[in-house]
């Protein structure tokens, strides 16, 4: 059974970067493509981007210029940068995983909470 | 802008059914946006229902059911129950290939 879990601080301070990692369990990362997800509390889902496993990355152009993604696949992992965070970046942050060729989100992490604070 | 657009809130009786739609503020949801359907209830990660406009995700009820209708993606519940009560999220590719969330619907069931 594939299983993704963030992990990262739970605090980060404003203007600080965030950063979070996915490590993925059961299953390979070659052949699809990795997202990251956000949710505000008590709001919808935003798609921050996501990544191949080739490593070519797509970003959300409301986060383009503060986002990076990147994947390491000898440690099963993808990681997820945002930088200048500020108190709208307060949000349970997913991972998720995507089939090539299937596009939908199959598989999610349990999410991680992360505050920022002033 | 295009936006992806929802109702943002539904409700529907115990038994009965439900049609819950995703659409665009400009221009019409096809099979090539693979619409997708997530249910996520307080606390939890969304869990997925539909894809690829209406294939359902394994382990899901046959109650759920995606379709296109008319100019938008649709997730019909027939036969609601209680443990329907949630937040319905949908997702489409938009054509910059970049995957976009509806605003979400939040299912009452009473």
């Known amino acids: 059974q594939v299983q993704l879990q963030e992990s990262g601080p739970g605090r980060v301070k404003a203007s600080e970067t965030l950063a979070l990692t996915c490590t993925v369990s059961?299953?390979?990362?070659?052949?699809?493509?990795w997202s990251w997800i956000r949710q505000p509390p008590g709001e919808g889902l935003l798609w921050i981007g996501y990544?191949?496993?080739?490593?070519?990355?797509y970003y959300n152009p409301s986060l383009k210029s503060r986002v990076s993604i990147s994947v390491d696949t000898s440690k099963n992992q993808i990681s997820l940068r945002l930088s200048s965070v500020t108190a709208a970046d307060t949000a349970v942050y997913y991972c998720?995983?995507?089939?090539?060729?299937?596009?939908?989100?199959?598989?999610w992490g349990q999410g991680t909470l992360v505050t920022v604070s002033s | 802008q295009t936006v992806v657009t929802q109702e943002p809130s539904f409700s529907v009786s115990p038994g009965g059914t439900v049609t819950l739609t995703c659409g665009l503020t400009?221009?019409?949801?096809?099979?090539?946006?693979?619409p997708s359907w997530y249910q996520q209830t307080p606390g939890q990660a969304p869990r997925t229902l539909i894809y690829?406009?209406?294939t359902r995700s394994s382990g899901v009820p046959d109650r759920f059911s995606g379709s296109i209708l008319g100019n938008k993606a649709a997730l019909t519940i027939t036969g609601a129950q209680a443990d329907d009560e949630s937040d319905y999220y949908c997702?489409?590719?938009?054509?910059?290939?970049?995957?976009?969330f509806g605003g979400g619907t939040k299912l009452t069931v009473l």
């Open positions: 998720a995983r995507v089939p090539v060729g299937d596009l939908h989100l199959d598989y």
């Open positions: 059961g299953g390979s990362i070659s052949g699809y493509y």
């Open positions: 990544i191949s496993y080739s490593g070519s990355p």
């Open positions: 400009s221009g019409s949801v096809s099979t090539t946006y693979y």
């Open positions: 690829s406009t209406n």
């Open positions: 997702v489409l590719f938009m054509g910059s290939g970049f995957p976009v």
